[in-house]
């Protein structure tokens, strides 16, 4: 009896070494399998940037952040163009040289030029933002008409030389006209293709919003920046939102004064710019930065669901607004696309804000007209 208990015990420990040693096959197969295909992956194809102005301070701040991947994705390779004038030559071979020390991954290729047409070569995206600001004792047509010239060259320049897909993104002031300029100039471009920044007004809306109630800015979503970005841009809580416990509540409920939501929250995201030019001494750049990638990888990767961004683009006609003036609207995007957000309630209070923003837009037009001719 023993003898059989003995036998039984060996033929078990036999087939528990057999199925053991499949297993371990089984394993090593698929780990090889996945090393192989790991092998044929491809790469994804790098997307060109294009920064203009790239040895400023905006754009100083904004490339490393392209380059890390904060604007396309921690996946997406990018060839970085950036373009500059002669003056600031050796200062953006600099910012050449810290890139290539910083030796970041998704980095495939840098051209650093100051020649606008080697600069605009091929690129998918066109970031904007060198332009002529305003000096002290200069009027508004003087800044326009050096900002027209500028526009007027480096849209040319695009619309030769640009990806045919290539999207447009006007950084510089007065940026919704000289989107308007390069949307002229550019005339093979797409309309939907050239948009300009308000996502830093969007952005503060959030900040002061998140500081007032104290929660954390990704709690707060549907802020809207109506119009130009300039001191007239309406910033609108009508339609915010914050999550809290679980649960989702309009803005103007939770904060409970209409008086601060009506006047000094308005004033303080439209003169924003200005405050931290009086603190720091200088214009703001990370947050600009920051906005402008924040802008790109929302209109190329989409927005999340049930929620809307800020984007200056060329106007339908939506909510009463001149068609032909780059305007901004709340907008979703999808695969590439930007759509303007339909069907929002307008009160008495907004629509005069938002017409006379638009009025600023039509009268800047005109300006730029002016400076054409």
Request: proline share 4%; charged share 20%; aromatic share 6%.
């Amino acid at each position: 009896m023993a003898m059989e208990m003995l036998a039984w015990d060996t033929q078990d420990y036999t087939f528990l070494k057999k199925i053991l040693l499949v297993l371990l096959c089984v394993i090593l197969f698929w780990k090889i399998v996945r090393y192989m295909f790991g092998l044929l992956k491809e790469e994804k194809e790098p997307i060109t940037v294009l920064v203009t102005g790239a040895a400023g301070q905006i754009g100083y701040a904004l490339v490393p952040m392209i380059a890390r991947g904060a604007m396309l994705g921690p996946d997406q390779p990018v060839i970085l163009h950036m373009l500059d004038i002669e003056p600031a030559a050796e200062a953006l071979k600099g910012v050449k040289m810290e890139l290539v020390d910083a030796a970041f991954p998704l980095l495939k290729g840098v051209v650093a030029t100051t020649d606008v047409v080697e600069a605009c070569k091929n690129v998918n995206i066109a970031v904007m933002v060198g332009g002529f600001p305003r000096k002290e004792g200069m009027e508004r047509k003087d800044v326009m008409s050096k900002n027209v010239s500028i526009y007027k060259a480096q849209a040319s320049a695009l619309e030769q030389n640009a990806a045919a897909d290539c999207k447009v993104l006007v950084v510089a002031n007065p940026a919704n006209t000289n989107a308007l300029i390069l949307k002229e100039f550019a005339p093979s471009i797409p309309e939907k293709n050239i948009t300009c920044l308000t996502r830093l007004d969007h952005n503060r809306a959030l900040g002061q919003i998140s500081e007032r109630l104290n929660v954390h800015v990704s709690d707060v979503k549907n802020v809207i920046i109506w119009g130009n970005h300039s001191s007239t841009q309406y910033p609108d809580v009508n339609h915010a939102t914050v999550t809290a416990n679980g649960a989702q509540k309009p803005v103007r409920e939770l904060v409970a004064d209409d008086n601060w939501l009506n006047s000094e929250f308005i004033t303080t995201v439209q003169q924003r710019g200005a405050a931290i030019i009086k603190a720091r001494k200088l214009s703001s750049a990370l947050s600009a930065a920051s906005a402008a990638c924040d802008h790109i990888r929302d209109w190329v990767l989409g927005t999340p669901k049930e929620s809307w961004v800020s984007m200056g683009v060329y106007s339908d006609g939506s909510y009463g607004v001149q068609p032909g003036l780059i305007y901004s609207f709340p907008v979703t995007c999808e695969k590439g696309d930007w759509t303007i957000v339909q069907g929002l309630k307008i009160d008495e209070f907004s629509r005069d804000k938002m017409d006379k923003t638009a009025q600023e837009l039509v009268e800047e037009k005109e300006l730029a007209k002016s400076c054409l001719n």
